[in-house]
């Protein structure tokens, strides 16, 4: 199966713990985006990366919020010190290429936060 | 800003009949792309139709069709012969393109339920 990947599917963290959230993009994708969905709402961006590069962490939280899209591996978006709040699916996606302008974003399945 | 507005929370159809989704959206820009999304139970979003808009062809993608009407910035989904597969939320999304980002912009969705 060579669509985007998301590990864990679940996780669970108590309050004041760390979150790790792995993203792989489709083979040969080179583009990477965030996205939150809270109960009952739409996805909202959270940030856009390319290899080694942060492009737009626009809708990022300030503080406590960092993700990274190394040379080699899975994107990763750390959550320090959790907080009820951050509950929520987290969700990635991927595209092949900006300037083809016909790039579409296909999405993982999700990883669902439940803070303690 | 870019806004994409869905007004029904929820509609419902019977097996086989044809249901349309609203959705409209407010941009300044003259060209860019305007997705469907399709979230069942599972969460994962899956891509449902997509339209560029400087073509003036409805996009249509076996049962699923769009009416885009760009000069009234809406984006509707017909979809005929409805399934019950096709029970879940869906969501109408607009490519945002600026300073060297792109992201989606997503409605706050509609929940579609198929009556047998």
């Known amino acids: 199966n060579a669509g985007v990947m998301q590990n864990p599917r679940h996780l669970v963290r108590r309050r004041g713990q760390e979150a790790r959230l792995r993203c792989s993009p489709m083979?040969?994708?080179?583009?990477v985006y965030w996205y939150r969905q809270l109960p009952e709402e739409g996805l909202k961006f959270m940030v856009y990366?390319?290899?080694?590069?942060?492009?737009?962490e626009s809708g990022m939280p300030k503080e406590r919020f960092s993700a990274e899209f190394p040379k080699e591996g899975p994107s990763i978006l750390r959550i320090q010190q959790v907080v009820r709040g951050d509950s929520a699916a987290y969700f990635c996606?991927?595209?092949?290429?900006?300037?083809?302008?016909?790039?579409?974003?296909?999405f993982g399945p999700g990883t669902r936060l439940t803070v303690l | 800003a870019q806004t994409v507005t869905q007004s029904q929370p929820e509609m419902s159809v019977q097996e086989a009949e044809t249901v349309t989704l609203s959705c409209t959206y407010d941009?300044?820009?003259?060209?860019?792309?305007l997705f469907w999304y399709k979230q069942p139970p599972s969460r994962q979003m899956i891509l449902v139709i997509r339209?560029?808009?400087?073509?003036?062809q409805n996009a249509t993608e076996n049962r699923f069709s769009v009416n885009f009407q760009k000069a009234a910035k809406s984006f509707s989904l017909k979809i005929s012969d409805s399934q019950l597969g096709d029970a879940a939320m869906y969501f109408c999304?607009?490519?945002?393109?600026?300073?060297?980002?792109?992201?989606?912009?997503f409605g706050k969705g509609t929940k579609l339920t198929v009556n047998p």
């Open positions: 996606a991927s595209s092949l290429n900006r300037a083809s302008g016909t790039d579409t974003q296909y």
């Open positions: 083979k040969g994708h080179s583009h």
């Open positions: 990366l390319q290899k080694e590069n942060i492009i737009d």
């Open positions: 941009t300044s820009e003259s060209d860019y792309y």
């Open positions: 339209q560029e808009a400087y073509k003036q």
């Open positions: 999304a607009y490519r945002l393109t600026q300073g060297g980002s792109e992201k989606l912009v």
